[in-house]
């Protein structure tokens, strides 16, 4: 069974930048597929981007490209999510979620982080 | 990038209804749509893969259906404990993902 822990909450100020990790146990790391979603108050669950350590390979959600980066460490089994240029609408619950490859759906989710983007 | 819509934005319904949820991609993704629920302070819950593969441990009254760019959900006879928010997710084998905007289902 694949858990998977994350890092906890961040207070930010707008401009600057927040790393959110995700550690995790159980199955195969590097054949994962790990990504990050969020939901910001009132809002629906938005895909950032994900990578799949085997290939090292990130993607990213067009509206998000330039701005997030997605790192794995096989070594460590923890994946980290980097937000850059932090504004109030950033603020939100950011998941880790493993698709377990060959399937391509989320089975493994994290259990949040808040990331309070405040002045 | 491929947009998903979702109907209704939010439902109400009694319990013993069968619910439907409709999610409609603005482009043909044949089969590589999945269904996830949301409670509030809980992570998301993978109901169905792949249109219509029922996961594990959930239950019987929820199904789906579909293909090319309209995918239906539904609930069979609506239960207290399946208030939440429903999500479609498209995916391509990138991969990349993409959720629908939800479906607020409340009991009435």
């Known amino acids: 069974q694949v858990q998977l822990v994350q890092s906890g909450v961040e207070v930010k100020k707008p401009g600057s930048s927040v790393r959110v990790s995700c550690k995790a146990s159980?199955?195969?790391?590097?054949?994962?597929?790990i990504n990050w979603v969020r939901q910001a108050p009132g809002q629906g669950l938005q895909w950032l981007g994900g990578?799949?350590?085997?290939?090292?390979?990130?993607r990213y959600a067009q509206m998000f490209q330039g701005r997030v980066t997605i790192t794995a460490d096989t070594f460590t089994t923890t994946a980290y999510m980097e937000l850059s240029t932090l504004r109030s609408e950033d603020t939100a619950v950011y998941y880790c979620?493993?698709?377990?490859?060959?399937?391509?759906?989320?089975?493994?989710w994290g259990q949040g982080t808040l990331v309070s983007v405040s002045s | 990038d491929i947009q998903m819509t979702q109907s209704p934005s939010s439902l109400s319904a009694s319990v013993g209804d069968r619910v439907t949820i409709t999610c409609q991609a603005s482009q043909d993704i044949s089969r590589y749509l999945n269904w996830y629920q949301h409670k509030p302070g809980k992570a998301p819950k993978v109901l169905i893969s792949?249109?219509?593969n029922l996961k594990a441990g959930v239950p019987s009254r929820f199904s789906g259906s579909g293909s090319g760019t309209h995918f239906t959900l539904t609930i069979s006879s609506l239960q207290p404990e399946d208030i939440g928010t429903y999500y479609c997710?498209?995916?391509?084998?990138?991969?990349?993902?993409?959720f629908g905007p939800g479906t607020k289902l409340e009991i009435k």
């Open positions: 990578i799949v350590p085997i290939s090292n390979l990130p």
């Open positions: 997710q498209q995916y391509d084998h990138l991969p990349q993902f993409t």
């Open positions: 979620a493993v698709a377990a490859r060959p399937d391509y759906f989320f089975a493994y």
């Open positions: 792949d249109v219509s």
């Open positions: 159980g199955g195969i790391f590097s054949s994962f597929s």
